[in-house]
């Protein structure tokens, strides 16, 4: 049995404060939506901070080996995306390659890594990957499905984690 | 962040590091690896043209404790001198 909440009191020696605590829920499997709380966890673990994401139903796919480089921006009802089409045409075939064709461009013409680049650099500064154990089971993905050195956990779990965080923030 | 008395020309930096054309998290998280490399008191030199850097880097410097001795703002690009502090 781990404990995945534990998190070291500040030490009165040297009278340093704790450190901080981001945890977060990525929620949402597309290609856009898989940035941000990579960059945040990336951010607060480059603060100095502890970082731990939940990856829960469609935000797995962020987690899973054969789906993480293949993640897609939607032509349907984005309004606000990389192509803007009436959903009438988002629906077309072609429409979500393009708009996510779009969305690679403009992360790689502002020289921003992909969404892999930023698994191996929160992973490097040491951010937590918890895998939702319900949606695993909901959606027939198996531990091997993952990338490595995830945490396999349910919500009592991240609930634990995130009771001792300072910034809690569901993406 | 502590604004040191020293002037910031007293200062020579131990490395230095560039972040041009690199938008946030970038310099945030290269800064970071940059001053791992430093011991406690030494000084990284860092140029930014990010303009939220301006506010990132001072902030980063804050939950870190470390020091920035210098946030020069010079227009298209940003200038910052940043002492590495002992908690990180």
Same mark, same amino acid.
């Given at each position: ?6 998190? /070291? ?32 966890? =990336? ?18 796919? &962020? ?11 939607? =032509?349907?009802?984005?309004? #606000? ?40 650099? =929160? ?23 993952? &990338?490595?050195?995830?945490? &396999?956990?349910? #919500? ?16 | ?14 490395? =230095? ?7 946030? /998290?970038? /310099? ?53 001198? &940043? ?6």
């Amino acid at each position: 049995m781990t404990n995945v909440g534990h998190r /070291p009191a500040a030490d009165p020696a040297t009278e340093e404060p704790r450190r901080r605590r981001l945890a977060l829920v990525a929620s949402k499997g597309t290609l856009d939506q898989a940035y941000p709380p990579l960059i945040l966890a =990336s951010t607060a673990v480059s603060l100095g901070w502890e970082a731990g994401i939940f990856f829960t139903f469609y935000g797995l796919d &962020i987690l899973h080996q054969d789906r993480f480089r293949k993640l897609k921006v939607a =032509s349907l009802a984005n309004p #606000a995306g990389p192509i803007r089409l009436p959903n009438l045409l988002g629906a077309v075939p072609g429409a979500t390659a393009a708009a996510t064709k779009v969305m690679k461009k403009w992360m790689n013409d502002a020289r921003m890594p992909e969404v892999s680049e930023f698994i191996d650099m =929160s992973r490097q500064l040491g951010v937590r990957f918890f895998a939702c154990s319900t949606t695993m089971g909901v959606m027939g993905i198996a531990e091997s499905d993952l &990338i490595e050195g995830c945490d &396999i956990a349910g #919500a009592a779990a991240f609930l634990d984690y995130a009771a001792e965080a300072d910034v809690q923030l569901f993406v | 962040m502590t604004q040191s008395p020293t002037a910031p020309t007293e200062i020579t930096p131990s490395d =230095s590091l560039d972040c041009s054309g690199l938008l946030c /998290p970038l /310099p945030v998280y290269k800064t970071a690896l940059a001053l791992g490399k430093l011991e406690p008191g030494q000084v990284l030199e860092l140029v930014t043209t990010d303009p939220g850097a301006l506010e990132d880097i001072p902030a980063m410097a804050r939950q870190r404790g470390d020091t920035v001795h210098a946030a020069e703002d010079r227009g298209t690009s940003q200038r910052f001198l &940043i002492e590495k502090g002992t908690r990180t």
